[in-house]
C-alpha cells in the first residue's frame, strides 16, 4: 500500500510544561509541581499528491512562466547567452578553488569511511575513542566545505534569480509548500497553513513568518528544505529525505536553533541523573540497620522453662 505521506519527522519545540518531581524526604515521597521548559516533539509530514494534484502544479507553473514572460522577464536560454558572450560565470581563480574544494570533500568522504569501518572492527577502546576524535573534526570539516560550496552556487543561481523560469519555480514551491504541509499533532491530520484559498494560505503563512517565535521560522525552513529538494528531484523515499536531512544544518539560523536543543537535553538529563541519584541515596539510608536502642527486644525463653511447661501440660 502506498504511503499517504511523502515523509513525516519530528520537531522539537521548547515548551513549559508542568514537571512532577518526587522527592524522598524523612522516609515519605514528596510530590511537586512546577514549570519547566521541556524540548517537547512536534510532528508533521508531507502528503503524497494525487496525479490530479500534480497536474494542477504543473499547471500553475506553466502558467507563472507565461505570465513572467509576458511581463517582459527573460528566459534562462537568453540569460545563459548573455553571460557566455560576457564570459561566464565564475573567473579561471574561482573555478579552480571550486574544484580543490569537491576533491577534498571527495577525499574526507573517503577517510570518514575508512575511519567508521577500522574503529567499528577494532575491540581496542582507546582506538576508538581516538577514532571518534579524528570522525568528529572530519565531518566539521566536511561540513564546512558542504558550506562552502552551497554559497558558490548560490552566487551562480543569483545570475538566474530574474529569469521566468526560476521566478516562476519558486513560486511553486511556495504553492507546494502550502498545499502538502500537515500538522500532525494531538491525533489530527490537518494542514498547517490555515485557509482554503491559496490567497488564505500565504496570508497564513505571512502570519507564522511574523512570529517571533523560534520554533516556526525552524519549521518553516524545514518545510520548505525537504519540499524544495521533492520538487527538483521527485525524491519519494523515507531514506532519501533522511539523507539530505544531513544538510539541514547549512540553512542558516538551523545550527543555533538546534544548540539550543542540544543544551537543554544536556541540561534535563543532568537533572534527572542527580535526582535519580538523590533517591537512591535516600532509599539506602532507609534499609540501613536500625540502632540497638530502637529495637525492640525479644523474650528469651530458657530450655528449663520450655520442660516444665510440658510437664504442666501433661498433668
Request: no cysteine.
Amino acid at each position: 500500500m502506498k504511503n499517504k505521506y511523502l515523509h513525516t519527522f519530528n520537531v522539537p519545540r521548547i515548551e513549559e510544561v508542568e514537571v512532577v518531581e518526587k522527592r524522598m524526604e524523612d522516609g515519605q515521597e514528596i510530590k511537586i509541581t512546577k514549570k519547566e521548559k521541556k524540548v517537547v516533539e512536534r510532528k508533521y509530514g508531507l502528503l503524497a499528491p494525487k496525479r490530479s494534484k500534480l497536474e494542477e502544479g504543473e499547471m500553475y507553473y506553466a502558467a507563472r512562466v507565461s505570465e513572467n514572460i509576458k511581463n517582459g522577464i527573460l528566459p534562462t536560454s537568453i540569460l545563459i547567452r548573455k553571460f557566455d558572450e560576457q564570459g561566464g560565470f565564475l573567473s579561471d581563480s574561482e573555478l579552480k578553488y571550486q574544484n580543490a574544494m569537491r576533491e577534498e570533500i571527495v577525499e574526507i568522504s573517503r577517510m570518514i569511511d575508512d575511519i567508521s569501518k577500522e574503529s567499528k572492527a577494532s575491540i581496542n577502546e582507546q582506538f576508538k575513542l581516538e577514532s571518534e576524535k579524528k570522525l568528529e573534526i572530519l565531518i566539521d570539516r566536511y561540513y564546512d566545505i558542504q558550506e562552502e560550496l552551497v554559497k558558490i552556487q548560490q552566487s551562480i543561481d543569483s545570475f538566474f534569480e530574474q529569469s521566468a523560469e526560476i521566478k516562476a519555480r519558486n513560486k511553486t514551491i511556495i504553492w507546494w509548500i502550502l498545499n502538502i504541509s500537515y500538522d500532525l499533532n494531538d491525533s489530527k491530520e490537518e494542514h498547517f497553513f490555515k485557509g482554503k484559498t491559496l490567497d488564505e494560505k500565504l496570508n497564513s503563512l505571512d502570519d507564522l513568518e511574523e512570529s517571533e517565535e523560534e520554533f516556526i521560522g525552524y519549521l518553516i525552513k524545514k518545510l520548505s528544505y525537504f519540499v524544495s529538494y521533492w520538487f527538483s528531484s521527485r525524491i519519494n523515499k523515507e531514506e532519501q529525505f533522511k539523507e539530505i536531512e544531513k544538510n539541514f544544518r547549512l540553512i542558516n539560523g538551523v545550527k543555533e536553533y538546534e544548540q539550543k536543543i542540544k543544551e537543554l537535553l544536556e541540561k534535563d538529563a543532568k537533572v534527572a541523573d542527580a535526582v535519580k541519584a538523590a533517591n537512591t541515596t535516600e532509599e539506602a539510608a532507609k534499609t540501613e540497620k536500625v540502632p540497638e536502642a530502637e529495637k525492640v527486644p525479644v523474650a528469651e525463653v530458657k530450655p528449663v522453662e520450655v520442660v516444665k511447661a510440658a510437664e504442666e501440660q501433661k498433668a
